[in-house]
């Protein structure tokens, strides 16, 4: 049976509250913890030794050959002097072979036809051999011959695209500037960046007759079959992809990759399994990058602090004919209340990595430029930053006038400033330690919030334990542990008498891991599979679902009390299937949150040490304390990287990556990541599902970075608008303040 749900109204009846079970929102322990900490969860490269013993032969291993020009066409392989070398299987490349991988939810093929280069890096080959080292040695021999056409390498120099449903103007922004008590008008600039996901993408490929298994890792595997399938020309339905344990995604496993194609391809043409993992430089040249952006912030201000105006244009580029254009502009577009406004999207064609969702795609980067412009405001108004935007925050959506689902923007921005101490806060460049200068800064914390489409199977054995499947995936997220304690509560049984079962294509469509919108979606698709086994057990009862307790693997109703073994004969399985509705229509759905941060500028080298930061978030109901302060703990955590030190740089020659390893490209480390503090608010969003709960994945990132660099100018008064703000940013500026 399916208990299907088009989510036309929203649902205020907050089912879960009335459950007895207890576990819903307790800070439970990961419940695949234990295997990951002790090396028994399988990761998909992992899979050659457990899928291939004795009895069977061993993969072959593929290793990927990158372009080495920006822009031309393949005239030619050396294949035969590969093909000479010791255990080369093969050299293949196909027309079905991926110049770019999917973006995310795409549901098919990306761009193909390898022949033809579009950025340095990307795949043009698969050199197939019996051991990896092989493989490796034949694609780098590998003689490519190319004819070579001068590419676009500078976002700044080629004319952009302005694709008509990104610009969005009201009023009359100019007159607003013109007439404000106080304005600003700043551009800022955010390099591109890498995901950086710890687990290199890997697919271990091999097929049955005309069958395909992928053992891989995706944070989609309801749209990454279809798009694998798509590629080599075969039905959905004879693609299965398997993704249990996914080690990191944050967007750079949302859509099928070169590997899984080429993967494919080589065990049909070989029959054998292939296996095919990318090296770390291969994860920052063929995978997605966050675009590099520019943006200009304008505001406009009356005497009050109250924003008459304000404007945000970005640029950022990708490859031509991808539709992927970094979001910059998201939540400008309801964070702020102003009656002139203007959203300015512009995107370049270049020949550089594809540019796809990376942590937050949009609000990561605009939400942390916005915000250190709404710094820049407050300091030249001469109003707290926090009071600030308590004077700002919109009734409705400004632009549309719909009304928020929720917003305790208000409640998060008084929160977090009484929790950090923000009274305790000076006047830029006051307060001094020896030779560090200290300060504090806060962003808002905004993203916005979706539900996807979803389906998930609840079974209870008459023995009454539950298997919760859907083909959704946990990327180190918390999906396991939060899907069973949802099902543990709906059905009255205690943690371990659930197991869930995730990451199989082959199991009901779960939306996959994007977007911040598995939990509040996967989980409404639990719910109702629940909820549909709770009317059923009412009905062995003999009482209405309202009024049936399941509690530790009883069912009560009045005064009669049976444990479920007893109560039943057979299992009762249901589907639930989630369909985002009207309701989603309604409202501007979004989260928020405040973040503040301390740091210290060393007044001699401009090193900036984070000294310590809060968040307070509002995310609708919480459904794990530990797993979501996990989440805004790396969320946090990338907005450091941002603020500080992540950038990739592409070399303006040929367009290849300078620093395509984590030795160069810096991201946070334990030493980087003082003491951080998360506090939740209490919140029910009716429009977030069944579950009143909202995504929780990125909102941490979003503003986080804004935070630090505003801390930064309130240290030393220097204002770095060039992300990252390393020392040597920062020193300028201290030197130019000296000789002023
Ligand atoms: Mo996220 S960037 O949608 O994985």
Redesign the pocket.
């Known amino acids: 049976m399916t208990a299907h749900l088009k989510f036309d109204k929203p649902d205020a009846r907050n089912r879960l509250d009335d459950m007895a079970q207890g576990v819903i929102g307790a800070p439970l322990d990961r419940s695949e913890g234990a295997l990951k900490v002790t090396g028994r969860a399988v990761y998909a490269a992992e899979q050659a030794r457990s899928l291939h013993g004795a009895a069977h032969a061993a993969p072959a291993y593929g290793v990927l050959v990158r372009a080495t020009i920006p822009k031309g066409r393949v005239l030619s392989l050396g294949r035969e002097a590969v093909l000479a070398m010791p255990g080369v299987r093969a050299v293949l490349a196909d027309a079905c072979f991926l110049r770019n991988p999917a973006q995310?939810t795409a549901g098919k093929a990306p761009v193909q036809g390898p022949e033809e280069v579009a950025y340095y890096g990307q795949p043009i080959a698969l050199v197939v051999a019996d051991s990896f080292e092989q493989a490796r040695d034949g694609a780098q021999r590998l003689v490519v011959r190319y004819a070579e056409e001068a590419g676009a390498l500078d976002p700044e120099a080629v004319t952009p695209e302005l694709p008509e449903k990104k610009q969005s103007a009201q009023g009359d922004l100019d007159r607003a500037m013109r007439e404000a008590a106080f304005s600003i008008d700043v551009s800022y600039t955010t390099p591109s960046m890498a995901?950086a996901a710890m687990e290199p993408h890997c697919v271990i490929a091999s097929w049955t007759g005309d069958e395909l298994l992928c053992h891989g890792s995706y944070?989609m595997p309801n749209y990454n079959a279809p798009e694998l399938a798509d590629s080599l020309g075969i039905p959905a339905e004879k693609v299965r992809i398997v993704s249990p344990y996914v080690g990191g995604?944050?967007?750079?496993?949302?859509g099928i990759g070169p590997e899984a194609v080429a993967a494919a391809f080589a065990a049909r043409e070989l029959g054998c399994t292939v296996s095919v993992a990318l090296s770390r430089p291969q994860e920052f040249e063929t995978i997605t990058r966050r675009s590099e952006t520019r943006q200009r912030v304008r505001l406009a201000a009356d005497a009050e602090g109250r924003l008459t105006g304000l404007g945000h244009e970005a640029l950022v580029s990708n490859l031509p004919g991808e539709s992927f254009s970094e979001p910059v502009a998201q939540a400008t577009h309801f964070t702020y209340a102003a009656a002139h406004r203007q959203i300015v999207h512009r995107i370049a064609r270049v020949n550089l990595t594809p540019a796809g969702?990376?942590?937050?795609?949009g609000e990561a980067v605009g939400v942390l430029v916005f915000e250190a412009a709404m710094d820049e405001l407050a300091e030249a108004a001469g109003i707290d930053p926090v009071e600030l935007r308590l004077r700002n925050i919109p009734e409705a959506d400004p632009e549309t006038g719909k009304p928020f689902s929720s917003n305790m923007l208000a409640e998060a921005l008084r929160d977090g400033a009484q929790r950090f101490g923000w009274q305790a806060r000076q006047p830029a460049g006051t307060r001094r330690e020896g030779e560090w200068l200290v300060g504090m800064g806060m962003a808002s914390a905004v993203r916005v919030n979706m539900l996807g489409e979803a389906k998930a199977r609840v079974t209870l054995s008459p023995e009454g334990t539950a298997l919760v499947e859907t083909n959704m995936t946990d990327?180190g997220t918390g999906t396991y542990t939060i899907l069973t304690q949802i099902a543990a509560e709906l059905l009255g049984l205690p943690m371990q008498a659930v197991t869930t079962h995730l990451g199989d294509s082959a199991l009901p469509d779960g939306p996959g891991?994007?977007?911040?919108w598995g939990a509040a979606s996967t989980g409404s698709a639990v719910a109702l599979a629940c909820e549909a086994i709770r009317a059923r057990i009412a009905g062995l009862m003999g009482c209405d679902e309202e009024e049936l307790t399941l509690k530790d693997g009883r069912a009560i109703c009045g005064n009669v009390t049976r444990p479920l073994p007893e109560l039943l004969t057979e299992a009762l399985q249901e589907e639930g299937h989630l369909e985002p509705g009207e309701a989603e229509e309604a409202v501007r759905n979004a989260t928020f949150g405040a973040h503040f941060a301390e740091v210290a500028v060393n007044a001699v080298t401009g090193e900036v040490r984070l000294r310590r930061m809060e968040g307070t978030f509002a995310c609708g109901r919480i459904l794990n304390a530990k797993t979501a302060r996990s989440q805004c703990l790396g969320g946090m955590t990338f907005g450091i990287g941002m603020a500080l030190m992540e950038e990739m740089i592409h070399d303006a020659r040929d367009g290849h990556i300078v620093n395509h390893d984590l030795a160069e490209y810096h991201v946070p480390t334990n030493a980087d990541v003082p003491q951080l503090e998360v506090h939740f608010l209490d919140e029910r969003d009716a429009y977030g599902g069944t579950l009143q709960a909202k995504g929780i994945?990125?909102l941490g990132i979003c503003g986080a970075g804004g935070a630090i660099v505003n801390a930064i100018y309130n240290a030393c008064g220097v204002r770095v608008r060039d992300m990252p703000v390393t020392l040597d940013k920062v020193l300028e500026g201290l030197i130019a303040q000296s000789i002023d």
């Open positions: 995310g995901a944070q995604g944050f967007g750079s496993k949302l969702s990376v942590r937050a795609p990327i891991s994007g977007g911040s994945g990125e």
